[in-house]
């Protein structure tokens, strides 16, 4: 009682950092009264430059959460003398592909996949446990035209619109040191993960946005299957991302 009476006149009194600080205690209170983790504001990953950076440029664009964009910066970073091109399978307001351009330390190409017709049709592998499908054809569909408009001042990406895998071979002969699979099904999940594997260079990275959400299971389904009793190994991180590294 005597705790939430001081916060409110902090709240109202206070400097703007006293608050500042308040109002997040209470909310840190409430988010841990529902079983829910804050992230803590003492990381030092969100006050980066390149992820400030990025910050100010995606205002207004929808898209991934900040601390997946953050992820793929980091890991984009952790491989710049790895020789090869970008791709991207999911592109949406191109949101996530901004984090990674922002950030990226080398001079590569980005091949960027989408529909802007949404999501493909799901299938069977795309039932979770209950038996729910939790996505339908054309889900997340965008206006390729904001896309291009956000993504405008970038002069080394190209974009490949139409269905994935329609659209995979304009780049066969490419080889990559990066891949981020963004489709949220098992189809293209599986397909793309096929064919950019083949691609991918010895040292280069695979992310699957969509492998620990359970509104995803066929994307899980499609990267266990493919990577069972293969050498590589399936990192799988808090965010609902997975990471592989090519061996
Ligand atoms: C979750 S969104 C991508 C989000 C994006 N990475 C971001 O930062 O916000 C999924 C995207 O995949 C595209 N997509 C899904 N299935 C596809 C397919 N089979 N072929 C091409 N694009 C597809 C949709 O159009 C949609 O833009």
Same mark, same amino acid.
């Given at each position: 009682?005597?705790?939430?009476?001081?916060?409110?006149?902090t709240?109202?009194?206070?400097?703007?950092?006293?608050?500042?600080?308040? !109002?997040r205690? /209470?909310v840190?209170?409430?988010?841990?009264? $529902?079983? &829910?983790?804050?992230?803590?504001? @003492?990381?030092?990953? +969100?006050?980066?430059?390149?992820?400030?950076?990025?910050?100010?440029?995606?205002?207004?664009?929808?898209?991934?959460?900040?601390?997946?964009?953050f992820?793929?910066?980091?890991?984009l970073?952790?491989?710049?003398?790895?020789?090869?091109?970008?791709?991207?399978?999911?592109? !949406?307001?191109g /949101?996530?592909?901004?984090?990674?351009?922002? $950030?990226? &330390?080398?001079?590569r190409?980005? @091949?960027l996949?989408? +529909?802007?017709?949404?999501?493909?049709?799901?299938?069977?592998?795309?039932?979770?446990?209950k038996?729910?499908?939790?996505?339908?054809?054309?889900?997340l569909?965008?206006?390729?035209?904001?896309?291009?408009?956000?993504?405008s001042?970038?002069?080394?990406?190209?974009?490949?619109?139409?269905?994935i895998?329609d659209?995979?071979p304009a780049? $066969?002969?490419?080889?990559?040191?990066f891949? @981020?699979?963004?489709?949220?099904?098992?189809?293209?999940?599986?397909d793309?993960?096929?064919?950019?594997?083949?691609?991918?260079?010895?040292?280069?990275?695979?992310?699957c946005?969509d492998?620990?959400?359970?509104?995803c299971?066929?994307a899980?389904?499609?990267f266990?299957?493919?990577?069972?009793?293969?050498?590589?190994?399936?990192?799988?991180?808090?965010?609902?991302?997975?990471?592989?590294?090519?061996r």
């Amino acid at each position: 009682m005597f705790r939430s009476i001081k916060e409110k006149l902090t709240i109202a009194f206070g400097s703007e950092q006293e608050k500042r600080q308040a !109002r997040r205690g /209470r909310v840190k209170r409430h988010v841990k009264r $529902a079983g &829910l983790h804050l992230y803590q504001d @003492h990381m030092l990953w +969100s006050s980066q430059p390149y992820y400030v950076k990025a910050k100010g440029r995606v205002k207004g664009v929808q898209g991934i959460p900040d601390p997946r964009c953050f992820v793929l910066q980091s890991c984009l970073r952790s491989i710049s003398e790895v020789q090869g091109d970008v791709a991207e399978c999911g592109v !949406r307001q191109g /949101r996530s592909t901004l984090f990674m351009l922002t $950030a990226d &330390l080398g001079k590569r190409h980005y @091949h960027l996949f989408d +529909s802007f017709e949404g999501l493909s049709k799901p299938s069977e592998e795309d039932r979770d446990g209950k038996g729910n499908v939790h996505w339908a054809a054309g889900d997340l569909g965008t206006d390729e035209a904001v896309a291009r408009k956000n993504l405008s001042g970038f002069d080394h990406i190209t974009f490949h619109v139409g269905w994935i895998p329609d659209t995979l071979p304009a780049v $066969a002969d490419k080889k990559f040191a990066f891949v @981020h699979i963004d489709v949220d099904l098992y189809e293209p999940t599986r397909d793309a993960l096929a064919f950019f594997y083949e691609r991918t260079v010895k040292g280069g990275m695979i992310v699957c946005d969509d492998y620990g959400s359970a509104k995803c299971p066929g994307a899980r389904k499609a990267f266990d299957e493919f990577f069972s009793g293969r050498k590589e190994t399936i990192i799988e991180l808090p965010t609902g991302q997975a990471l592989v590294s090519k061996r």
